[in-house]
């Protein structure tokens, strides 16, 4: 990270602090804001982060590796999680999940080269009665055929 | 937010907002709690632990500081009923927890909501504004001096087990989700050590009609001992999936009659820490003396794979494992190589008969109830399904 960036993300983490307070329990909503923008949490975020709540870096990380949304790694702009439980997996989740595949030429866990697009799995999201569904970023969308998911994804930006 | 045009006995029924804290407020906190000990409502997370014994125990405490906290982490394969309320009952809700905060003696309410529903949030949260503006939230609420109650959401990051209420509280105050050890419970030591209550989605908007009908009129619902009604999340192999408002009682043959299923041959009740009912078992009926239930209902035809099945679940409990304890970290992965044995015919049946006394241990031996219940599904599907899965009756499976 360059110095200016290094700065105004430690500027960033500053206003969420003093959005969601010092305390313990706002670790997780700065995690979650940053993640939501970044894509990720960097290093040098984690290591803000904790100083600024004053607790140890590796407890921060410790936080990140146990939350499937939250990550240290870069994403795509737009995570796709499809759902692989078992109502979604009897109303078509794997032709949904091969249509997306060659649709992008990507493998599930795996980003597009442009950074566009990261492809996962969810366990069930609360959709069952409409499946199969599928989340990007926070959209869900539902009763997917292959064709409806590959054109969802055509769509996005 | 749209309301659907849904009917039903209690949760469905009409309902003018407002009303439940409205005539909370008019009553003592030892009335509200007479009316809610006389209705029976035992908790729709899962557990069906009596809600009155929980709001008396935090209601009797004395603390700087009491909290209510609404478990809206909805994570068990095939529930969906709390999005059907937060989206179209919002009102049932929070003035559930409105009423709660009242009872205990909490100035504050938190909504935990899983990570999966950040789409509802904006529109939950514009409806929390409204109820401030009309003085259901706040200072002073509806006149009555010094009641003061506020409701925060806070978003869950992904993770099944933070549903579990200790684990849920873990992270709320910014830490893994790692289920504690029980006791102390939520109710004496709580969020942020303070006494808690920690109630379903489901729970919290039965209160409202609680209070503005009675107790009495809740408990004529349902049976002896389980009064009320459910909210079944049915999916699966039926022509009508959705959310159904049912008397407690109800069979699994009524319930699929209702749905329109078609040659059914299981059905999965509780989601992937169920059991799975076959239909020799269709006449038993969904009560918390019979089959007790969280509310998923996943129905399998005869063209289902029921092996395939299972290790759909098994998958899902090895990647939701927190991995704190070792029956349920190493225990679940277990499983599932024993699943893939018998997928690809290379199995003894002497080994297959460990993995169900491993299940079993793991059901006495994990620290929370994610690892007690995650064996469920392996044994009864296994149990219930041995000559489709090993005698190649119908199954791909007996190579
Ligand atoms: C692994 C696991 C996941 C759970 N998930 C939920 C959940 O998503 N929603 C819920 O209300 N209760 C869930 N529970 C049950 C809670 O621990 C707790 O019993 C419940 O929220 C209490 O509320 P009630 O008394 O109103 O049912 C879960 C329990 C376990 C062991
Ligand atoms: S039973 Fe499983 S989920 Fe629960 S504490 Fe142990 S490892 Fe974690
Ligand atoms: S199984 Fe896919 S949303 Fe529930």
């Known amino acids: ?157 | 937010m749209e309301k659907k045009n849904r009917k039903g006995a209690v949760l469905f029924s009409s309902y003018k907002p407002g009303e439940g804290v409205k005539k909370a407020l008019s009553l003592s906190r030892e009335d509200i709690l007479f009316e809610i000990r006389e209705s029976k409502l035992k908790g729709r997370g899962g557990a069906g632990f009596p809600t009155a014994t929980k709001w008396t125990i935090v209601a009797a405490a004395i603390a700087d500081q009491k909290y209510i906290i609404c478990n809206a982490d909805e994570g068990e394969p095939g529930t969906f009923k709390d999005r059907v309320l937060l989206l179209e009952y919002p009102e049932l809700v929070f003035e559930g927890m409105v009423i709660a905060g009242y009872t205990i003696g909490a100035t504050k309410g938190i909504v935990y909501l899983r990570g999966e529903y950040e789409y509802m949030l904006k529109s939950l949260e514009d409806f929390l504004e409204s109820m401030k503006k009309d003085n259901l939230l706040g200072k002073n609420i509806l006149g009555k001096e010094n009641f003061n109650f506020d409701i925060t959401i806070s978003l869950g990051s992904g993770a099944y087990v933070c549903g579990e209420e200790t684990a849920l509280i873990e992270s709320l105050e910014g830490n893994r989700g790692e289920a504690r050890n029980r006791p102390p419970y939520p109710v004496n030591t709580g969020y942020m050590g303070m006494p808690t209550v920690v109630n379903n989605v489901e729970t919290l908007a039965s209160i409202p009609h609680i209070i503005s009908k009675g107790g009495e009129w809740y408990r004529k619902h349902g049976t002896d001992k389980s009064s009320g009604s459910k909210l079944f999340s049915v999916s699966g192999d039926c022509e009508k999936p959705g959310v159904y408002e049912l008397p407690w009682g109800t069979t699994i043959s009524e319930l699929l009659h209702i749905v329109k299923a078609k040659n059914t041959k299981a059905v999965q009740v509780g989601g992937a820490s169920g059991l799975c009912i076959p239909k020799s078992q269709f006449e038993r009926a969904l009560a918390y003396e019979d089959i007790a239930t969280g509310g998923s209902i996943i129905i399998f035809n005869e063209s289902r794979n029921m092996l395939h099945v299972l290790k759909n679940f098994m998958e899902f409990f090895v990647e939701e494992s927190c991995g704190q304890c070792t029956p349920c970290r190493i225990g679940n992965v277990k499983l599932l190589e024993g699943v893939e044995m018998i997928e690809k015919g290379e199995y003894k049946f002497s080994y297959i008969n460990q993995l169900k006394g491993l299940g079993k241990t793991m059901q006495i031996a994990s620290k929370c109830g994610l690892g007690q219940s995650s064996s469920n599904s392996f044994i009864s599907i296994l149990e219930n399904f041995k000559d489709e899965i090993f005698n190649g009756n119908g199954g791909a499976n007996g190579k």
Do not use: W
């Open chain 1, 1 to 157: 990270m360059l110095v200016m960036e290094k700065n105004a993300m430690t500027e960033e983490i500053e206003e969420l602090v003093l959005k969601y307070g010092n305390q313990r329990s706002a670790l997780i909503p700065i995690l979650q804001d940053i993640q939501r923008k970044y894509k990720h949490i960097p290093d040098f975020a984690q290591q803000e982060i904790a100083r600024l709540l004053d607790i140890h870096p590796v407890e921060v990380f410790s936080v990140i590796s146990f939350y499937s949304f939250l990550n240290t790694e870069p994403k795509g702009k737009y995570i796709v999680r499809l759902c692989q439980t078992i109502s979604c997996d009897m109303q078509g989740k794997a032709a949904v999940a091969k249509a997306i595949e060659r649709e992008l030429g990507i493998k599930f866990g795996e980003t597009t080269r442009d950074s566009k697009v990261t492809l996962e799995y969810a366990n069930c999201v609360g959709m069952c009665d409409q499946g199969p569904a599928l989340i990007i970023n926070e959209r869900v969308y539902s009763k997917l055929t292959p064709e409806k998911a590959v054109q969802i994804l055509n769509e996005l930006k």
